[in-house]
């Protein structure tokens, strides 16, 4: 008897798991294209934020580049993580201070995490943006 529901229950287990590898299997073809769409995503909230040239919108547009390429799905949130990463370690060499990088991390978090980027936004920056 006792064996018989342990049994029961190694199959039960060995069941879940390969439905899950195969569910996580069966996505992997969009991962790449969510990736390079989130990578598109993170150039143009530094495209706009250039253009805009705004006192104190940097962490708005590190936010919404995050929010945007992450709402991709995992393949565009990996390319914001990348990328935002990749961007404050090499900023990084050329700042004395760690606050602002800190604070650039913050709002990248916020927005790859679904955060409404807008929390950073400044005022007065155009609607367009």
Do not use: C
Not at 1 to 23: H, T
Not at 49 to 68: E, I, Q, T, V
Not at 82 to 111: K, P, T
Request: proline share 4%.
């Amino acid at each position: 008897m006792f064996s018989s529901v342990i049994m029961k229950l190694i199959l039960a287990v060995l069941v879940l798991a390969l439905v899950l590898v195969v569910e996580t299997q069966a996505q992997w073809h969009r991962y790449p294209g969510q990736a390079i769409g989130g990578a598109k995503d993170m150039w143009r909230a530094y495209r706009d934020m250039r253009k805009a040239n705004w006192k104190g919108a940097d962490k708005y547009f590190h936010a919404r580049g995050n929010y945007d390429a992450a709402r991709r799905g995992p393949g565009g949130r990996w390319a914001a993580k990348v990328i935002s990463d990749g961007r404050e370690a090499l900023q990084g060499l050329s700042r004395r201070g760690n606050s602002d990088a800190a604070a650039d991390q913050a709002a990248n978090r916020w927005g790859r995490n679904g955060g409404n980027p807008n929390r950073y936004r400044p005022k007065g920056l155009p609607k367009k943006y």
